[in-house]
């Protein structure tokens, strides 16, 4: 699966942005979709999975202001995140993870930079 992100920006503490992943395939068909970032000086992390059944887990540090959601109609994948803060500034990366019998195939998007900044 082929992913391309779009949406980051810059953006003012507080401020909301909204990114957005495409994938080469049918959405349906990718049995789990995540956002990590790539935060300078901190480790990759997984921000927010959203799986094929509907269920969505986000890292405690964005719960309440982040969430992860798609639209069938339009394959895609979005991440809003509200009420950002500085910590949130980093390369945001859509992930798509393909199983189908014994194989498993992950993905991963180019990236997307967020900054927050006053």
């Known amino acids: 699966v082929q992913l391309e992100e779009s949406g980051g920006g810059v953006v003012q503490p507080g401020g909301s942005l909204r990114l957005s992943c495409v994938p080469s395939e049918n959405i349906e068909d990718i049995n789990r979709m995540a956002w990590y970032r790539q935060a300078p000086g901190k480790q990759y992390e997984r921000v927010a999975t959203?799986?094929?059944?509907?269920?969505?887990e986000y890292v405690d540090s964005v719960k309440g202001r982040f969430t992860i959601s798609k639209d069938r109609a339009k394959n895609m994948l979005y991440l809003q995140m509200n009420n950002l803060t500085a910590s949130d500034t980093g390369v945001y990366y859509c992930h798509a993870r393909v199983e189908s019998g014994p194989r498993t195939t992950d993905s991963r998007g180019q990236g997307t930079r967020v900054t927050v900044s006053s």
């Open positions: 959203l799986t094929n059944d509907g269920i969505d």
